[in-house]
């Protein structure tokens, strides 16, 4: 039973590698065809985060298949996976940064959402100096097995969710204003991942392949979250290879 749901893990964790380097290329495609700097760097760092995750899942399913023990004869494996787990972290953490700058920017009232301008510096440091010496002190190669939004950055995922989602409300431009809402909700998605599989209250489930696997499947969820604020960016639809006019707004009269 315990091989069955290792098994089915496994097969979720290449489908969500597969899902998130899709939408690592969907972002950069529509990031060549905007036009706008703001929303252009937006689409930028949702490519590289869904490539992260790409890149992590591929990571959880080569652990998976040959074991962590495989990897434990020399530390470099080690460093490189705390390595990988600790610029994710701070990848993240800027990201959710710079939205909520970008947000109140667009704010006519220019409003401080939860007072994220004093806050920040405490989850900064949080990020910064606490999943630091989590990884210093925990094996990073045991992360692979589990979500990498655990310890300190649980704390900064969830409010930075609500952060995101307020200021997204109080943006007056609808493009953002749709953008960050689900880009608000993604990060919620995160936070609930590192609720199940990841955290301290719940430190037996990494070990536990059935609750890997429900992780995993929460991360389609995200995944598509992801996917439309992209695509919230450009709403309208791609051109096709032909080269005629598909979108209502592109075609000519």
């Known amino acids: 039973m315990v091989e069955l749901a290792s098994a089915f893990a496994s097969v979720?964790?290449?489908?969500?590698?597969?899902?998130f380097a899709y939408g690592a290329y969907w972002a950069s495609e529509i990031r060549?065809?905007?036009?706008?700097?703001?929303?252009?760097?937006?689409?930028?760092w949702?490519?590289?985060?869904?490539?992260?995750?790409?890149?992590?899942?591929?990571?959880?399913?080569?652990?998976?298949?040959f074991g962590v023990e495989a990897f434990s004869g020399s530390p470099v494996p080690r460093i490189a996976a705390g390595a990988f787990v600790y610029v994710g972290v701070l990848m993240i953490f800027v990201w959710?940064?710079?939205?909520?700058?970008v947000a109140r920017r667009s704010d006519p009232l220019r409003r401080d959402s939860l007072r994220w301008s004093s806050l920040r510096w405490l989850l900064?440091?949080?990020?910064?100096?606490?999943?630091?010496f989590a990884l210093g002190f925990t094996p990073a190669l045991s992360f692979t097995q589990a979500t990498p939004i655990f310890g300190p950055i649980g704390l900064t995922l969830f409010i930075g969710a609500i952060v995101l989602y307020l200021s997204g409300r109080r943006s007056a431009d609808p493009v953002l204003r749709a953008h960050l809402r689900w880009f608000g909700l993604f990060m919620a998605l995160l936070w609930v991942t590192s609720a199940v599989d990841g955290t301290n209250l719940y430190h037996s489930a990494a070990t536990n392949p059935w609750v890997d696997a429900i992780s995993y499947l929460v991360f389609w969820v995200s995944a598509y979250f992801l996917?439309?604020?992209?695509?919230?960016?450009?709403?309208?639809?791609?051109?096709p290879p032909t080269g005629k006019y598909s979108s209502r707004v592109d075609a000519p009269p």
């Open 46 to 65: 949702v490519a590289a985060i869904a490539f992260y995750f790409a890149v992590f899942f591929v990571f959880v399913v080569i652990t998976r298949i």
């Open 96 to 101: 959710i940064d710079s939205c909520v700058k």
């Open 12 to 19: 979720i964790a290449v489908v969500d590698a597969g899902v």
């Open 124 to 132: 900064g440091f949080l990020v910064v100096v606490g999943t630091f």
């Open 227 to 239: 996917y439309r604020s992209i695509k919230d960016l450009a709403p309208l639809a791609p051109l």
């Open 32 to 44: 060549a065809a905007l036009a706008t700097p703001l929303y252009r760097r937006q689409a930028l």
